[in-house]
Structure formats: structure tokens, C-alpha cells
């Protein structure tokens, strides 16, 4: 079965570091991944997804197949990235249920 | 549209009662999903359904029902609630045609005493 791993439960960061947070899922074939976003008091909402190879508020994914992983990148955190952060995987090819991660808070610290 | 709606916001129940979360969504998507949301284990599935008629079992069924006899509405059901079962519930509904993204609804956070 397939699985998702997050390894942090928080990642504190300044305003104006780099971010990453780490995905590795566990699955031999060709999956679709995804990170979703919560900001406080709000609804969970996609942020990106890996086929999309596109950059939404600064965040870029990248899918490292060889290594089974796919982190969240941002260069420089700004406070309204405080959120939780969820990866998730879906198995490629019509309708699959979708595998999320245990999240993780990022905090950016003003 | 009002995308996925949830009723109720929150309750409370006592151990042994039933109740119902109501979720429906107004996107004609094919595809919906109930997940319940405990710190330190995301987002676990319940039950999802991929068109009117047809449910399935998710991650973590026990104790829940589903039905779908339209496509916009997809209730779940407690039958004998416990207090393993206090979460914060999530309905979602998806589309082949928006490469299925999952769209959230507000969620309910539900508490057994």
C-alpha cells in the first residue's frame, strides 16, 4: 500500500529563510502528488500539484522519483505561510484514492 | 457556487447516540470522500464514493455509514457514536476534469463524551 511520510510535526523558521518541507512516499509506480494547504480558521486548499511543475506564493515542488520524495521549497518564508502543510499522493490513472501525509505546521517567526 | 458544504460546524454527543454529518456539493463532481482529522495522524479516510449508488471503504470505516443517492449529497453516518470518534470531519469532492483535485468543505469538529 502506498504511503506518505512527513517527518516533521513543526518546522519553525525566521521571516525570510529558506523553507523546505519534506514529503517521501512509498510507492513503486508512477504516482500524482499534491500539497495541500490549511491557514488558520480556513478550509484545506490545493497549493500545487507535481504535474503542474508550476510555483504558486513562491512555493515550488519537485518530484525526485530516484529518491521517492517531494518536498515544498520557498526561498524566503513570509508570515502568511504560517499554515499547516499536507502532502499527498494519489496513484496515477482515473479515480484512486488519494494517501495523505500527517502534515506539518510551519511556523515563520516575525 | 458554494462548493462543499458541511452541517453541522460542531456537536456534541454522548457515547451510544447517532447522528448524521450532512455534506453536499454543488460542482457536479463524480468523485466524494469523508476524512477525519486527529493531531499526529492527518488525514485518514473513512469512506468515498465515486458516483450515485456506489461507496466504498476507506482507511478507517468501522463505525461509520455512507450513502449516495444523488450526486451532490453524501452523508455519513454514526450508528453508536464513541469517544474514539471525536475529530474534525472532512468531506471533499473531486473531478477527473479538475485532475482531481480535492475540493474541502469546512469541516465539522465533532465531540463523544
Known amino acids: 500500500a502506498q504511503r506518505v511520510t512527513q517527518p516533521e510535526k513543526l518546522l519553525s523558521v525566521f521571516k525570510g529563510a529558506p523553507v523546505e518541507l519534506k514529503c517521501n512516499y512509498s510507492y513503486s509506480g508512477s504516482p500524482e502528488l499534491f500539497w495541500y494547504v490549511q491557514y488558520s480558521r480556513q478550509r484545506l486548499q490545493l497549493l500545487l500539484r507535481h504535474i503542474s511543475r508550476e510555483s504558486i506564493k513562491g512555493f515550488t515542488a519537485d518530484l525526485n522519483k530516484g529518491e521517492t520524495s517531494f518536498h515544498l521549497k520557498k526561498p524566503f518564508a513570509q508570515e502568511e505561510d504560517s499554515a499547516m502543510y499536507y502532502c499527498?499522493?494519489?496513484?496515477?490513472?482515473?479515480?484512486?484514492?488519494?494517501?495523505f501525509g500527517t502534515g506539518t505546521k510551519l511556523q515563520v517567526i516575525p | 457556487n458554494a462548493g462543499v458544504t458541511q452541517t453541522p460546524k460542531f456537536q456534541v454527543l454522548k457515547t451510544g447516540q447517532s447522528m448524521t454529518l450532512q455534506c453536499a456539493q454543488d460542482m457536479n463532481h463524480e468523485y466524494m470522500s469523508w476524512y477525519r482529522q486527529d493531531p499526529g495522524m492527518g488525514l485518514r479516510l473513512i469512506h468515498y464514493?465515486?458516483?450515485?449508488?456506489?461507496?466504498d471503504q476507506g482507511e478507517v470505516p468501522n463505525g461509520y455509514n455512507v450513502s449516495r443517492s444523488t450526486t451532490e449529497d453524501f452523508p455519513l453516518r454514526l450508528l453508536s457514536a464513541a469517544p474514539s470518534q471525536t475529530s474534525v470531519y472532512f468531506c471533499?469532492?473531486?473531478?477527473?476534469?479538475?485532475?482531481?483535485?480535492?475540493?474541502f468543505g469546512p469541516g465539522t469538529r465533532l465531540t463523544v463524551t
Open positions: 464514493s465515486v458516483g450515485a449508488g456506489i461507496t
Open positions: 471533499a469532492s473531486s473531478s477527473p476534469g479538475r485532475g482531481h483535485e480535492q475540493y
Open positions: 499527498a499522493l494519489k496513484l496515477g490513472g482515473g479515480y484512486q484514492k488519494v494517501t
